[in-house]
């Protein structure tokens, strides 16, 4: 099987995060799109993604790193489901290190431009239901 143009958008988003490169992250993003920040709490639209990640990043002392992997790709009608395992780690506060791992959710649609980009940004998965 062929690998998913979507799953190479997500490894270069991932990149971006990594190198904590804005510019080239919000290219991963449509422009009406949402992050979920944390349960609860959602930034809708580029310009407040851009600044939630900056705040993620200032939180985690510059010290984000993300990996994804098992990719599971849904596609119907230009818009696509992904599932997949994330895991996160982070230097964190003082000595404290930052290691998690989730099953995010993610919705892509094709954009005009040939573009899968991201419509929905959800790395809580399932766990936003508890």
Avoid at 5 to 29: K, W
Avoid at 46 to 71: C, G, H, V
Wanted: charged share 30%.
């Amino acid at each position: 099987m062929n690998k998913h143009e979507v799953i190479d958008a997500i490894e270069a988003a991932d990149q971006a995060i990594n190198a904590r490169d804005l510019i080239t992250l919000m290219d991963f993003y449509e422009e009406d799109a949402t992050l979920v920040i944390e349960p609860g709490r959602y930034a809708h639209g580029k310009d407040a993604i851009m600044k939630a990640f900056e705040a993620i990043f200032d939180f985690f002392n510059q010290s984000l790193r993300i990996s994804q992997s098992d990719f599971q790709v849904v596609e119907g009608g230009g818009v696509a489901l992904v599932i997949c395992k994330l895991k996160l780690s982070a230097d964190g506060l003082g000595e404290t290190k930052v290691s998690i791992e989730r099953k995010p959710t993610y919705i892509f649609r094709k954009s005009v431009d040939g573009k899968w980009r991201c419509l929905i940004d959800n790395s809580y998965g399932v766990e936003l239901v508890a």
